[in-house]
T-cell receptor
C-alpha cells in the first residue's frame, strides 16, 4: 500500500462549483499534513498546513483532517479556471523521526469556464 | 526575498558525465531537501538534511551524493549520470523538518543523453 494515495484525476468541475480533493495515508502516526498546488511546469507551492482533526479554512480553501479514518481533504469553493492545477497531498510519517515528508502523486483539477 | 534558489535551471548531460546541482535558501531554515519529479511518479525524496551537519537518504538515493555546505546551501551531485536520472529536480527547505511546510525552488530540468 502506498503511503499517501490520491486519485490522479482529472477532476473536472464547472466554474463556481466546489472542488473536493481527497487523500488517504497509511501511517496512523503521521502528525503533519500539507496541501500544495503545482501548475504545469512550475514548482509546488503551499496552500495549507493542518495538524489537528477538523476543518481549517483559508479564504476559498478548506482543509479537513480525520486521523481516525486516515484521510485529509481539500475543498475549493467557488472554483476558478486559475485553480486548474495538480494538487499534491503531503504527510510526515513517523519513519525517520517525522523529519521527512511523503508526497502523493497528485490530483489534476480542471475548472471548466 | 529570493526564497530557495536553484542553479542551473536547465542542463543537458551525456551519459557518464558528472555535475552538481546547487541550492541556496535565504529564509534561515534548518532543513533542506532534494526531490526528483517524474511523470506519474510524483515527488520522490532523494536526500535530506534535517539540520546543518546532518544528511540522510531518502527514497531514491542511488547514484546521488549530497553536501550540506552550511545552513544556507545544500548541493546534489551526480557522479556518473545515467539516462534514468533524466528528471526535474527540486530543492526545498523548511524551518523545522517534517513539521513546518516546505518551500520549493523553481527546479532544474536535467536531460541525460
Amino acid at each position: 500500500q502506498k503511503e499517501v494515495e490520491q486519485n490522479s484525476g482529472p477532476l473536472s468541475v464547472p466554474e463556481g462549483a466546489i472542488a473536493s480533493l481527497n487523500c488517504t495515508y497509511s501511517d496512523r502516526g503521521s502528525q503533519s499534513f500539507f496541501w500544495y498546488r503545482q501548475y504545469s511546469g512550475k514548482s509546488p507551492e503551499l496552500i495549507m498546513s493542518i495538524y489537528s482533526n477538523g476543518d481549517k479554512e483559508d479564504g476559498r480553501f478548506t482543509a479537513q483532517l480525520n486521523k481516525a479514518s486516515q484521510y485529509v481533504s481539500l475543498l475549493i469553493r467557488d472554483s476558478q479556471p486559475s485553480d486548474s492545477a495538480t494538487y499534491l497531498c503531503a504527510v510526515n510519517p513517523p519513519e525517520g523521526g517525522y523529519q521527512k515528508v511523503t508526497f502523493g502523486t497528485g490530483t489534476k483539477l480542471q475548472v471548466i469556464p | 526575498n529570493a526564497g530557495v534558489t536553484q542553479t542551473p535551471k536547465f542542463q543537458v548531460l551525456k551519459t557518464g558525465q558528472s555535475m552538481t546541482l546547487q541550492c541556496a535558501q535565504d529564509m534561515n531554515h534548518n532543513s533542506m531537501y532534494w526531490y526528483r519529479q517524474d511523470p506519474g511518479m510524483g515527488l520522490r525524496l532523494i536526500y535530506y538534511s534535517a539540520s546543518e551537519g546532518t544528511t540522510d537518504k531518502g527514497e531514491v538515493p542511488n547514484g546521488y551524493n549530497v553536501s550540506r555546505l552550511n545552513k544556507r546551501e545544500f548541493s546534489l551531485r551526480l557522479e556518473s549520470a545515467a539516462p534514468s536520472q533524466t528528471s526535474v529536480y527540486f530543492c526545498a527547505s523548511s524551518e523545522v523538518a517534517g513539521i513546518k511546510p516546505q518551500h520549493f525552488g523553481d527546479g532544474t530540468r536535467l536531460s541525460i543523453l
